[in-house]
């Protein structure tokens, strides 16, 4: 995850002075009476707003918010005004499965963005399914999801509303145990997991790679995510020879768990995906966090020039969060549905059909545009086709890119 400020960018511009190419929010549904006597499409938003993981969520909302604001701006879809409802899950399955039922008996409600969370989408997929109302992710990764429970074996869409534009695990630990077996030269791991669906998926395609490489698992641990002390795991990675440790989970564990390892003497890095890629991560590991290691997905911020303008765009918003790791995949989310929106209309003389929902299900199986992140568009599953990661070091109390590509299996 990220959520760095990208400096390198002129505020100079002001919003209304940069069109972007992939935008947009929606109040979905249809409300036939809006002030301006079109209608208004309401994109719902669902991520943690509150709580551990707030800066994400936040970042996630902000940026679907912008997306809306810009598709208003240039009049996108003919008629129709967008905006957006968002709703706190508080990374908590129970909370998203509430806000999926909430969102789905708001009529006006054509598209959802979110979750942040994989074990969060679990619990929502089946609501908005049932009510063909189209759900795009910008972070969740395990492939689950859209592969089905036996993915490695047999790929089964489960549910066709359900869509995402990260890349999912099924690529993101392999990329990152081959650049820590093959760049960083690190044989031996001691792998921790938070027992989440996110974090242990994450930690089992990275060890299934690294193992397949010719690496070696000198240890595996479980923590407990509302746990503050790793002391007795840092104790058995020092005890186990390991040179690197691997965790699959979020920031707010991995930070502390880094600088603990460190504190017990073990002085080598932490590794892990997009669920560590933030500022707070760098906050809570402390001074030893230097050469740290995360996969996050995408190329960076700073070297795509559609970012840039995202960039300088949400800067001129002045929002009071940073976008954060998932900024660009969740304005790329909602402009996904924007241009679903604006199929089904254009396909139907200028207005909403009764059945928009399923309509704008549909059509989001076939965008593409030139987003944020790149090119927007997904596979037969729901996945996103951009399957680009990169890999950051702690450097200077900052994250860094060191090396982008894509995954060789």
């Known amino acids: 995850m990220r959520q760095r400020s990208l400096i390198a960018i002129t505020a100079a511009l ?9 935008c947009g929010s929606r109040d979905s549904g249809g ?13 719902g938003v669902d991520a943690p707003l509150t709580g551990d993981l707030s800066a994400l969520g936040l970042g996630i909302k902000n940026s679907v918010d912008l997306a809306a604001n810009t598709a208003n701006k ?5 008629g129709v005004t967008f905006k957006i409802v968002a709703k706190d899950d508080q990374a908590q399955p129970s909370a998203g499965q509430q806000n999926a039922t909430a969102l789905v008996a708001d009529k006006s409600v054509l598209g959802v963005v979110g979750p942040l969370n994989s074990s969060v989408a679990e619990s929502m997929q089946k609501v908005f399914d049932d009510a063909k109302l189209v759900e795009v992710s910008p972070a969740n990764t395990n492939p689950a999801l859209t592969q089905g429970t036996d993915w490695a074996k047999t790929k089964k869409r489960p549910y066709t509303s359900y869509f995402r534009t990260a890349t999912t ?3 993101q630990g392999p990329f990152a145990a081959q650049y820590v077996y093959n760049d960083a030269k690190k044989k031996k791991v001691f792998v921790i997991d938070d027992k989440k669906t996110y974090g242990a998926g994450l930690a089992a395609t990275f060890t299934a790679e690294f193992k397949k490489l010719g690496g070696k698992v000198v240890g595996t641990q479980h923590i407990n995510p509302d746990a503050k002390d790793f002391s007795a795991v840092a104790t058995e990675v020092k005890n186990s020879g390991a040179d690197v440790v691997y965790y699959g989970g979020e920031y707010p564990q991995a930070g502390p768990l880094s600088k603990q390892i460190k504190d017990a003497g073990a002085k080598i890095p932490l590794v892990g995906g997009d669920g560590i890629y ?3 991560f ?12 995360a996969t996050s997905v995408g190329a960076p911020v700073e070297d795509l020039p ?3 303008e995202f960039v300088a765009n949400y800067k001129a918003a ?14 790329d989310s909602a402009w996904s549905i924007i241009e679903a929106v604006k199929k089904v209309v254009d396909d139907n003389g200028g207005k909403l059909p009764d059945d928009a929902r399923a309509k704008v299900t549909a059509a989001v199986q076939n965008v593409s545009f030139d987003g944020v992140t790149g090119k927007v568009s997904f596979d037969e599953f729901g996945d996103a086709t951009n399957k680009q990661l990169t890999v950051y070091a702690v450097e200077n109390g900052a994250w860094k890119a060191v090396k982008s590509g894509t995954y060789s299996g």
Not at 318 to 331: I, L, Q, R
């Open 74 to 78: 240039q009049k996108f879809v003919e």
């Open 282 to 293: 760098i906050k809570l590991a402390g001074s030893g966090a230097s050469g740290d290691l």
């Open 306 to 308: 559609s970012a840039k």
């Open 31 to 43: 409300d036939k009476g809006s002030d301006s006597g079109g209608t208004v499409v309401t994109i």
């Open 14 to 22: 002001s919003a209304g002075a940069l069109t972007l190419t992939a």
């Open 169 to 171: 695990d099924a690529i």
């Open 318 to 331: 002045n929002y009071k969060e940073d976008y954060a790791a998932y900024g660009g995949y969740s304005y």
């Open 278 to 280: 933030a500022e707070d």
